[in-house]
C-alpha cells in the first residue's frame, strides 16, 4: 500500500485549505484512513481518522474546524480543513491502518505517507 498526500501551502490564518491522500492498492476501502501531522520540535500529533465503515474521529484541537472524508471510488482521503490557525502549521501525514483500536496511535500505524507542509501566517 502507498499513500500520496498533496494540498498543503501557505495561508493566512483564517483561510481554508483541502488535504487529499490518493491510496494504491485494491483493498483501500478496508483500510481505517487517518491524518497526522508534526511541527517542528513536537511529535507527531493524531489529527482526524475515518473508519472502513465511515465513523470519523477527531482530536479536540481541531473538532468543528476540519473534517475528514474518504472516496473509495477514487481510492482518496481528505481532509478539509476550516478556519486555520498559526498553531495548525505542520507536516501533514495521512495514515492507513487495518486496526481501528490504534488509529490513533502514531507507533502503531501501519502505512505512512510522505508529508505535506501546511504552514499558516498570521
Known amino acids: 500500500v502507498q499513500l500520496q498526500a498533496s494540498g498543503g501551502g501557505l495561508v493566512q490564518a483564517g483561510d481554508s485549505l483541502r488535504l487529499s491522500c490518493a491510496v494504491s492498492?485494491?483493498?483501500?476501502?478496508?483500510?481505517?484512513m487517518a491524518w497526522f501531522r508534526q511541527a517542528p520540535g513536537k511529535e507527531r500529533e493524531f489529527v482526524a481518522a475515518?473508519?472502513?465503515?465511515?465513523?470519523?474521529y477527531y482530536a479536540d484541537s481541531v473538532k468543528g474546524r476540519f473534517t475528514i472524508s474518504r472516496d473509495n471510488a477514487k481510492n482518496t482521503v481528505y481532509l478539509q480543513m476550516n478556519v486555520l490557525k498559526a498553531e495548525d502549521t505542520a507536516v501533514y501525514y495521512c495514515a492507513a491502518n487495518s486496526n481501528i483500536a490504534t488509529i490513533t496511535r502514531s507507533d502503531r500505524i501501519d502505512y505512512w505517507g510522505k508529508g505535506t507542509q501546511v504552514t499558516v501566517s498570521s
Open positions: 475515518i473508519t472502513s465503515t465511515g465513523s470519523t
Open positions: 492498492g485494491r483493498t483501500f476501502s478496508s483500510y481505517n
